[in-house]
């Protein structure tokens, strides 16, 4: 029987507050595949960005661990890589050197200046950035940054790639084009990527595997979804997919009726429309989000 590229096993957290300890999260079991695409879905509070920071070694498990490759993870590692919602790039340095640092840190006395060089072009080509190479981040769009947050993670080389909400804070024709290179990029280098998203479609055009978790505290894995559309993936053929719409159907149904979550203020708003309207009661249904 193969091993599992990554696996979480029995995972739980606690974390001190001045009520005393928050369990966050409970028995998480998840084995991943090499080269698969995973995304974790949820409401807010139910540990998805828990989980991810405990795969790249920034939390220990209170009980439980990972294993990748075998070994157990215990700290940070260039052969897992994170994207965040905010690109985190240096201001002062251009797109260029914010992957060269990264580069240099993990690549220094294995690769000579010219393969550093090719390398960090290579990346930066990946992500369509070559033609802004020498601008800082205060001379390109939002999109353009999380391009080179992007080329810096993956010029680490990295096994695994996670992803935290990394598309949220765009625009959403941004958004689409930067999920097409994703989609390009890992069938390309075949990384293993794990993926927070609040978006349903987004989710279900990315993923190999959809992990739903079900509320907090003491979170964990509610069910997941196999994702079984032939790759490569066009949006605008998905749109009309039978398929496609089932297993969105399947996500939204258990956000919103198996783990739904209704903020107090929310079931104001909610109770003041339908007092006024008496088909209001529906149409809230289409406005309430993954929180």
């Given at each position: 029987m193969?091993r599992p ?5 029995q995972?739980g957290i606690e974390?001190?507050t001045p009520?005393g ?5 409970q028995?998480?079991?998840l084995?991943?595949?090499?080269g698969?695409f995973v995304?974790?879905i949820g409401?807010?509070?139910?540990g998805?960005?828990t ?15 990972v294993l990748?490759?075998g070994?157990e993870?215990t ?5 897992r890589?994170v994207v965040f919602?905010?690109h985190s790039?240096?201001p002062w340095l251009?797109?260029?050197q914010?992957v ?7 690549f ?11 390398w ?5 080509e990946?992500?369509?950035?070559t033609?802004?190479?020498h ?8 999109g353009?940054?999380?391009r ?14 996670l ?11 941004t958004?689409?084009h930067l999920?097409?290179?994703l989609?390009d990029?890992q069938n ?6 794990i ?10 055009l990315l ?6 978790m ?8 509610g069910?997941?979804?196999n994702v079984e559309l032939d790759?490569p993936?066009e949006?605008l053929a998905?749109?009309?997919?039978p398929?496609?719409?089932h297993y969105r ?6 956000l919103?009726e198996?783990?739904?979550k209704?903020?107090?203020?929310q079931?104001?708003?909610k109770a003041?429309v ?11 249904k289409?406005?309430?989000n993954v929180a």
């Open positions: 193969n590229h990554l696996e979480l096993t995972v974390f001190p009520k300890s928050f369990r966050a999260l028995d998480v079991n084995k991943i595949k090499r698969e995304s974790l409401h807010s509070g139910c998805k960005s989980v991810l920071n405990i795969v790249a070694g920034l939390h220990q498990a209170t009980e439980g661990g990748l490759d070994r993870v700290e940070p590692g260039p052969e890589a919602q905010n790039l240096l251009s797109a260029y914010n060269e640092l990264a580069v240099k840190q993990v220094k006395g294995k690769k000579s200046k010219a393969e550093i060089k090719d960090i072009e290579y990346n930066l990946l992500v369509h950035m033609h802004a190479m601008k800082r981040p205060d001379e390109i769009s939002g353009m940054k999380q080179v947050g992007i080329a810096r993670a993956l010029a680490m080389e990295p096994t695994v790639l992803m935290d909400e990394p598309f949220g804070a765009l625009d959403a024709l958004r689409a999920q097409d290179s989609m990029i390309e280098l075949n990384n293993t990527v993926m927070i998203t609040h978006d349903v479609d987004e989710a279900v993923s190999d595997r959809i992990v739903m079900t509320n907090g505290p003491a979170a964990t894995v069910e997941i979804l790759r993936r949006r998905l749109a009309d997919d398929q496609y719409n159907s399947q996500v939204l149904s258990f919103y198996k783990q739904r209704v903020e107090p203020i079931e104001k708003k003041a339908e007092k006024k309207s008496p088909i209001s009661s529906e149409k809230t289409t406005i309430e």
